[in-house]
C-alpha cells in the first residue's frame, strides 16, 4: 500500500540516505518529488532512482503531504521562505537540519505542522539512530504515522527538541569520530601480516564485542579497562579527549539554537 506523497528541498547526501533506506524496504510512496538548483545532482538522485520526480522549481513540491527540508543551516532562511503561504495547510515540514526551531520555520514558512528530526547516515542501511520531535500542531495519528513511515531507516523516536543538538553531536556525527581510525588499523594490519579481509574481521568483530561489553554488561569503567594490561596510544589519551572535548563542544555550540540554549 502507498503511503503519504513526501517532497525533499534538497537533493544532497541526506536525501540520497533517505530515498535509500526507502528503497531497501520497498517502501512506496503516491509520490515523491526533490528539488535542487543543481541539474547534476538531480540528475545523479534520478539514476539510482528512476521513480522520483525531480524538479529545480521549489513550487513544485508543495504540493506534497510531507515536505522534507533537507538543506544546510545556512541557507534554510533563504530558501524555505518561498513555502509562506504557497503551502497546503495540512502539509507537514519535516526539517533534517540542527539549528532552526520548530517555532522559527513556523514563523518563515507560515505552516504550524513541523517536525524536526536528526538523521543518522547509517540509516543508508536501515540502522539509523534518528530522534524526532513534533509541533503541538501535529495529532498523535499523524506522530504515528510519521514514526512509522521514519522507523524503515532505523530507531525513530520521540524526544525533547532542545535535545537535538546533543543528539547531532552524540550520534549523527559520531561515525566521523572513528572511521578513519578504522581505516587505518585495518592498513597497519595487512601492513603486518593479516590479509584484507582478516583485518576487515578482525576488527568488526572486536568492535562489535567492545560495544557490548562497555554498554551491555555489568562491568564498570575501570573493570573493563583493567582486562587489557598494554594501552599502545594510553600515553596520548588526554590529548584525544582534549581534541573530542574542544571541537564537539565547540561545534554543539554553533549549532545550538540560541533560544534553546539555557533549556
Known amino acids: 500500500m502507498k503511503t503519504k506523497s513526501i517532497g525533499f528541498i534538497g537533493g544532497g547526501r541526506i536525501t540520497n540516505v533517505f530515498l535509500q533506506g526507502f528503497q531497501n524496504k520497498n517502501l512506496n510512496f503516491r509520490s515523491v518529488k526533490v528539488c535542487d538548483t543543481n541539474s547534476d545532482v538531480l540528475a545523479g538522485l534520478k539514476k539510482r532512482f528512476p521513480e522520483i520526480e525531480t524538479t529545480t522549481i521549489m513550487d513544485d513540491v508543495f504540493n506534497q503531504e510531507i515536505i522534507f527540508l533537507a538543506l544546510h543551516p545556512p541557507v534554510i532562511a533563504e530558501n524555505i521562505t518561498q513555502l509562506k503561504g504557497q503551502v497546503n495547510s495540512d502539509a507537514i515540514i519535516i526539517s ?21 528530526i536528526i538523521p543518522n547516515a547509517t540509516s543508508f542501511i536501515n540502522q539509523g539512530y534518528n530522534p524526532v520531535c513534533f509541533s503541538e500542531f ?58 584484507e579481509q582478516e583485518s576487515k574481521e578482525a576488527i568488526y568483530q572486536t568492535l562489535q564485542a567492545s560495544l557490548n561489553i562497555m554498554y551491555k554488561s555489568d562491568m564498570n569503567y575501570e573493570e573493563m579497562v583493567d582486562l587489557i594490561p598494554i594501552k599502545p596510544i594510553g600515553a596520548s589519551e588526554d590529548e584525544i579527549k582534549d581534541i573530542l572535548n574542544s571541537n564537539l563542544k565547540s561545534l554543539f555550540n554553533k549549532i545550538k539554537p540560541q533560544q534553546l540554549i539555557n533549556h
Do not use: H
Not at 537540519?97 to 513541523?114: Q, R, S
Not at 547531532?168 to 561515525?175: C, E, H, N, R, V
Open 138 to 195: 501535529i495529532g498523535s495519528e499523524e506522530k504515528t504515522s510519521i514514526i512509522d513511515t521514519l522507523s524503515v531507516l532505523g530507531s525513530t523516536f520521540e524526544t525533547e527538541e532542545s535535545k537535538l543538538e546533543a543528539f547531532a553531536i552524540t550520534s549523527a556525527m559520531l561515525p566521523t569520530y572513528f572511521w578513519f581510525q578504522w581505516k587505518e588499523i585495518e592498513k597497519i594490519a595487512v601492513g603486518i601480516g593479516l590479509s
Open 96 to 116: 533534517l537540519a540542527p539549528k532552526f526551531t520548530m517555532d522559527k520555520i513556523n514563523e518563515l514558512t507560515g505552516v504550524n505542522k513541523v517536525a524536526r
